[in-house]
């Protein structure tokens, strides 16, 4: 039997980016925990194979697309969910594009594009979940998808998502402190490379990079997509109610290895390492 601390029934969850990845994993969670669940995304035919997956499971999954870089069309996501079900109880902000450029290259409109679809659309998104759930009295969670880009430095052309997530990281800081005592909740989650589809095709067109990643993260493998369900559960539900302004690390131990440090298995590791033969 699981806690009651961790249900999620009647309530409604909207989740962006939630044709594929992390907002696909993210969403199921939500609606594996009982949540409807409302499905934002660009993609219609990947928003829709989702909302067919999720309501199998017996609660509504509403699919609308909407690019989450435009402030008028995610407030007209919101006034569909105002429509449809009349309040907003977690929000997960998980789409988010950005440009590489190498830090002599990148461009101001490269940064533009990124800080818009980082921080500018995530902001007007939090902005209309806050409303409605001060509103209702009722509160909420807001969760942020942040990348360990914006707590260290990755290099390898990272600059302007670097920024961007440094700039979400801050955000979540800010709007938790704002509005903790309105009964809001604002949290990230602290992602390190978790495998998609853009990350196969990097690791396939430069095998070293599999093996970079793997020598910063102690668990010895990258993530996985679903490896979010549980933290994203546990920072929705009322098992987290005295939590905000959190940055919870998802990175198999990236972050608290330091730079210089081995561990165990580590691809090209020194002989000398502890516990290898």
């Known amino acids: 039997m699981s806690h009651p601390l961790f249900d999620l029934a009647n309530r409604v969850a909207l989740v962006s980016g939630a044709a594929s990845g992390l907002g696909k994993a993210m969403a199921t969670a939500f609606a594996e925990a009982g949540a409807h669940v409302v499905l934002a995304d660009i993609n219609p ?5 989702t909302a067919s997956e999720l309501a199998a499971l017996g609660n509504r999954a509403l699919p609308i697309t909407c690019d989450m870089s ?20 977690i929000v997960g902000n998980v789409a988010g594009a950005a440009r590489r450029n190498t830090p002599l290259e990148v461009t101001p409109d490269d940064m533009a594009y990124t800080l818009h679809n980082l921080l500018v659309g995530r902001l007007v998104s939090c902005q209309e979940a806050a409303r409605r759930m001060i509103d209702s009295k009722r509160g909420g969670s807001i969760i942020n998808i942040v990348s360990i880009a914006g707590i260290n430095a990755l290099g390898r052309s990272h600059l302007a998502y670097s920024i961007g997530m ?54 010895g493998r990258i993530g ?5 369900k549980g ?22 131990g990236n972050l608290a290895k330091n730079a210089g440090g081995t561990h165990p298995g580590q691809p090209g590791a020194p002989t000398e390492q502890v516990g290898l033969s």
Request: proline content about 4%.
């Open 45 to 49: 035919a990947g928003n829709a194979a």
């Open 70 to 89: 435009q402030p008028d069309q995610i407030r007209a996501l919101y006034e569909r969910v105002d429509a449809e079900f009349g309040q907003i109880d």
């Open 166 to 219: 440094g700039g979400a990281a801050q955000m979540t800081r800010e709007l938790s402190t704002e509005w903790a005592a309105l009964g809001v909740r604002v949290n990230a989650i602290v992602c390190a490379q978790l495998m998609n589809e853009e990350l196969e095709r990097r690791i396939a067109a430069d095998p070293g990079l599999g093996e970079t990643y793997l020598r910063g993260i102690p668990m």
């Open 224 to 228: 996985d997509s679903n490896d979010i």
């Open 231 to 252: 933290v994203a559960i546990f920072l929705a539900s009322d098992a987290s109610a005295w939590i905000t302004g959190a940055l919870v690390p998802l990175d198999g």
